[in-house]
């Protein structure tokens, strides 16, 4: 009965069973930064059942323009961003449970952690851990969500981002040709990297990043998550935010049978996933 008031207008709109879907969800969400703490906000907000949230990361200064429920008094050094993940949580949902994971995405134990999750996130930087992402994903047979934001400088800069979703095994970022095949390769490049966008980059050069950008990726990745589960429609493979024009444009060309919608899919650890362990 209390859920049924605190889930109302979302009743409304997915239904009695939408809402059951919702919460029979255990969400993986690697990256607990500008991205991803909005995407855990409307996770939570939505009723999932339980979030494991990956992440090696501490809080850093730069990082205050954007983390949702990040406290101005939050000691730097010294503060976990999947400790921040798991209170902004809490205040929104205690009864959701938080598992965390501070560990990165090229670990045993954040792979073992991904084997029991119902659906997983990605708010990563860089395409060598999508191409992890992507691969694991695949053969736990897990629907992936990947977002990503950008800020090109310029006069005026250029901005945006976009959304991809492996739903079902018919498109991945592979399929939809969104993986950088140099940058992809490049396994070593993480190691000395920040986790999250707008952090500093392997030259010591920071990116751009603010709140709204990348609560607008966030929205439009939680949305296709949201349909996708509830079953009002299945999610589009790829949605990409022009900022100069607000305007979001779809793309469903997807290149049917890449290696890991075909392949990969569902083989588990027979596929070597591991291999990524460093």
Not at 13 to 29: I, K, N, P, Y
Request: net charge negative; proline share 5%; hydrophobic share 40%.
């Amino acid at each position: 009965m209390e859920d049924d008031k605190r889930f109302d207008r979302s009743i409304r709109f997915f239904g009695h069973e939408g809402q059951e879907r919702l919460r029979a969800t255990r969400v993986g969400v690697v990256g607990a930064g500008g991205l991803g703490t909005h995407v855990l906000q409307q996770l939570a907000l939505l009723g999932v059942g339980a979030l494991v949230v990956l992440d090696p990361e501490e809080l850093d200064n730069t990082n205050r323009n954007r983390y949702v429920s990040a406290r101005h008094d939050d000691p730097v050094p010294g503060t976990l961003k999947v400790d921040i993940a798991e209170r902004l949580v809490a205040s929104l949902a205690p009864d959701i449970i938080v598992t965390k994971a501070p560990f990165s995405l090229t670990s045993n134990e954040a792979l073992d952690a991904l084997e029991h999750v119902t659906h997983v996130f990605g708010c990563l930087d860089h395409d060598a851990l999508r191409l992890v992402l992507t691969e694991a994903a695949a053969a736990f047979r897990l629907p992936y969500v990947d977002a990503a934001s950008e800020i090109l400088p310029g006069h005026p800069p250029e901005f945006g981002g976009r959304v991809c979703v492996a739903w079902s095994g018919t498109a991945c970022l592979s399929c939809m040709d969104e993986l950088d095949p140099e940058e992809a390769q490049d396994t070593n490049v993480r190691r000395d990297r920040a986790a999250v966008y707008g952090l500093p980059l392997a030259q010591g050069e920071a990116t751009p990043s603010v709140v709204s950008l990348n609560g607008i990726i966030a929205s439009l990745a939680v949305t296709e998550f949201m349909v996708g589960v509830t079953g009002i429609r299945t999610p589009w493979p790829l949605l990409t935010y022009y900022g100069a024009s607000g305007t979001v444009r779809v793309r469903t060309d997807a290149r049917r049978g890449c290696y890991y919608c075909k392949a990969v899919r569902d083989a588990g650890d027979r596929t070597a996933v591991r291999r990524h362990i460093t």
